[in-house]
Antibody, heavy 120, light 106 residues
Framework: EVQLVESGGGLVQPGRSLRLSCAAS????????MHWVRQAPGKGLEWVSG????????GYADSVKGRFTISRDNAKNSLYLQMNSLRAEDTALYYC?????????????WGQGTLVTVSS | EIVMTQSPATLSVSPGERATLSCRAS??????LAWYQQKPGQAPRLLIY???TRATGIPARFSGSGSGTEFTLTISSLQSEDFAVYYC????????FGQGTKLEIK
């Protein structure tokens, strides 16, 4: 069974940094692309960042480009999101998601999310 | 950047009736279009991918259609558990979600 468990969220002041982690199990982690998706309170889903199986292809939403960095450690079956220069508008529930299959693929599996609150 | 636009924002339908949700892409995404269902306090669940293929375990009352820039999710004979928020998402490029359609009980 695929399991994705996010951690690292919390309350942080504007301008500070936070690192999110996603522990994956139940599948061959280094075979699949992974993504971060966020959802601000009461709002819709926003794709944040994605990374290919071998980290050779990485993408970011314009809203986080230059501030967030996605990475993965295939030996540890883990996905990360380093978030710097945090803003109030980054406040959201951050989901880790696995693609359904190889190639162009939807997000078939989701964690339960970790909440990031940016406030002074 | 591909922009996804869903309509309507809110749809009020009675149980047992049919619901039709629309999604438009700002440029062609071929058939690389997925639909998700999200209920309060839960993570999104994949319903449809490839514009028209149901994901594992999804009831046959859910169907998707379209290609290119225009897509539709149809839920025939609405059940109580179907009232939720629905999102479309393209994966032809880096992912992009629509703003969602809230399906509420009439």
């Amino acid at each position: 069974e695929v399991q994705l468990v996010e951690s690292g969220g919390g309350l942080v002041q504007p301008g500070r940094s936070l690192r999110l982690s996603c522990a994956a199990s139940g599948f061959t982690f280094d075979d699949y692309a992974m993504h971060w998706v966020r959802q601000a309170p009461g709002k819709g889903l926003e794709w944040v960042s994605g990374i290919s199986w071998n980290s050779g292809s990485i993408g970011y939403a314009d809203s986080v480009k230059g501030r967030f960095t996605i990475s993965r450690d295939n030996a540890k079956n883990s996905l990360y999101l380093q978030m710097n220069s945090l803003r109030a508008e980054d406040t959201a529930l951050y989901y880790c998601a696995k693609v359904e299959d190889y190639g162009d693929s939807p997000l078939g599996y989701w964690g339960q999310g970790t909440l990031v609150t940016v406030s002074s | 950047e591909i922009v996804m636009t869903q309509s309507p924002a809110t749809l009020s339908v009675s149980p047992g009736e049919r619901a039709t949700l629309s999604c438009r892409a700002s440029q062609s995404v071929s058939s690389n279009l997925a639909w998700y269902q999200q209920k309060p306090g839960q993570a999104p669940r994949l319903l449809i991918y490839g514009a028209s293929t149901r994901a594992t375990g999804i009831p046959a009352r859910f169907s998707g259609s379209g290609s290119g820039t225009e897509f539709t999710l149809t839920i025939s004979s609405l059940q109580s558990e179907d009232f939720a928020v629905y999102y479309c998402q393209q994966y032809n490029n880096w992912p992009a979600f629509g703003q969602g359609t809230k399906l509420e009980i009439k």
